[in-house]
C-alpha cells in the first residue's frame, strides 16, 4: 500500500501560556512562533511565571481571538479583544491595542525582562480565580528578546513559551501512546503547535529539516515532558499517566543508553522556522493551513544523535 504523504492535521494557537488552545484553520508563521501564541501570562506577586504545574486550574481559562486575528498582517483596532472565560467567572475583555503601562521584573525560567502590564480588572480576575494575587502581562517584543539556547538555535528567540518558538507532535506517536495507555489521552495533554498526520510513531524524532509551502523549520530537541502533560485539560485534575507509561519506553535512558542519564521522557519535537533560508527565497506567504503538505527535507541518522 502506497504510503500516505504528511499533512497537517491541526494547528493550535496557546495566547495566555499554559492555558487552553484554540485550534485554528490557519496561522501567521513568525522569528518568535505562530503569531498571538504565548504572548500572555499569568504571573504571581513576585511577577514569576504561573503555569499548571503549580496552578492546574490554568487548565480551565480559554482565551478567544476574533478570527480575523489569524491572517497574516491582520491589525488589531479598538474593538479587537482577548475575551478569557472560566468555570463560575465573569467573562473577561482584553484590548489587542497595545497597553500602555510597562512592568518591571517579570520572570519566566531563565528570562527577565520587562512585560506590558494588562492593568488592574485583569490582575483582579486572576487574582479571584486562583486565590493568590496575580497579573496578567503581554511580551513586549518592541524592547524584548527572550533568545532561544544558543547550545540548540543561535539567533533565534521566542515569547512565553517554553523553550522554543514552536512544537510538533504526531497523530501516530499519540495513537501508539494511547494503545499501551489504561486510559486514552487526547493530543491537548502535550501541547503542540502543530500535529501531523499520517507517517509512522515517533518518525518526527528524527526530523532535522521539514517544508511546509515555502517555510523550511528546522528541528532542534526532543521535547522532554513535565508533569502538565498528567493535567486532564477538560478537569484542570492531574494523575499519573501518561508520564508513568512513557516512562517505559521514551526516556532517554533507554533511547540513547549511551548518553548520560538524565531521566527525561520524551515526547514531539521542538522547532524553529529557520527565517534566514525564507528571506533568501523572497518574502513569501508566511501563513500556514490545516491539510497543508509537510515535505521532511532532511533526517538525522538515528534516535541516538537527537538532541535532548
Known amino acids: 500500500m502506497e504510503e ?19 485550534s485554528v484553520p490557519q496561522a501567521s508563521v513568525t522569528q518568535t512562533g505562530f503569531e498571538w501564541d504565548r504572548y500572555w501570562l499569568v504571573v504571581n506577586h513576585k ?9 492546574p486550574k490554568l487548565a480551565l481559562v480559554e ?27 465573569s467573562p473577561l475583555k482584553i484590548p489587542l491595542s497595545k497597553p500602555n503601562s510597562v512592568v518591571e521584573g517579570v520572570s ?16 483582579k480576575w486572576f487574582s479571584d480565580y486562583l486565590g493568590k494575587q496575580s497579573r496578567l502581562v503581554r511580551f513586549n ?5 527572550r533568545a532561544t539556547p544558543p547550545a540548540y538555535a543561535v539567533g533565534y528567540s521566542t515569547t512565553f513559551s517554553n523553550t522554543f518558538p514552536f512544537l510538533v507532535s504526531s497523530q501516530a506517536s499519540l495513537d501508539h501512546l494511547n494503545t499501551l495507555l489504561p486510559e486514552p489521552v487526547p493530543m491537548d495533554r502535550f ?31 526532543l521535547c522532554y515532558r513535565c508533569k502538565i502533560t498528567t493535567v486532564d485539560q477538560e478537569t484542570g ?20 543508553p549511551d548518553k548520560k542519564s538524565e531521566r ?10 529557520n527565517w534566514n533560508i525564507s528571506n533568501r527565497q523572497g518574502k513569501g506567504n508566511k501563513t500556514i493551513k490545516v491539510g497543508d503538505s509537510i515535505s521532511v527535507l532532511s533526517k538525522i541518522p538515528s534516535i541516538t544523535e537527537a538532541a535532548t
Not at 4 to 12: D, E, G, R, T, W
Not at 47 to 55: M, N, Y
Not at 110 to 118: K, R, V
Not at 208 to 220: A, P, S, W
Open 191 to 221: 501541547r503542540a503547535n502543530i500535529v501531523v498526520e499520517n507517517g509512522d510513531p515517533f518518525d518526527e524524532d528524527l526530523w532535522d529539516e521539514i517544508k511546509i509551502n515555502d517555510l523550511v523549520f528546522k528541528g532542534v530537541r
Open 4 to 22: 500516505q504523504a504528511l499533512k497537517i492535521q491541526s494547528l493550535i494557537i496557546f495566547p495566555i501560556k499554559s492555558c487552553r488552545g484554540i
Open 141 to 145: 517584543k518592541e524592547t524584548e528578546c
Open 63 to 89: 482565551a478567544e481571538l476574533p478570527k480575523e486575528a489569524f491572517f497574516e498582517d491582520w491589525e488589531p483596532t479598538n474593538s479587537s479583544f482577548l475575551e478569557v472565560t472560566a468555570p463560575g467567572m
Open 47 to 55: 511577577g514569576r511565571a504561573c503555569t499548571q504545574k503549580v496552578e
Open 237 to 256: 485534575v492531574p494523575s499519573a499517566e501518561p508520564i508513568q507509561t512513557l516512562r517505559k519506553f521514551r526516556t532517554d535512558t533507554l533511547l540513547m
Open 264 to 273: 527525561k521522557v520524551f515526547f514531539g519535537k521542538e522547532m524553529v522556522w
Open 108 to 123: 519566566m525560567w531563565e528570562w527577565s525582562g520587562s512585560a506590558f502590564d494588562e492593568g488592574e480588572e485583569s490582575a
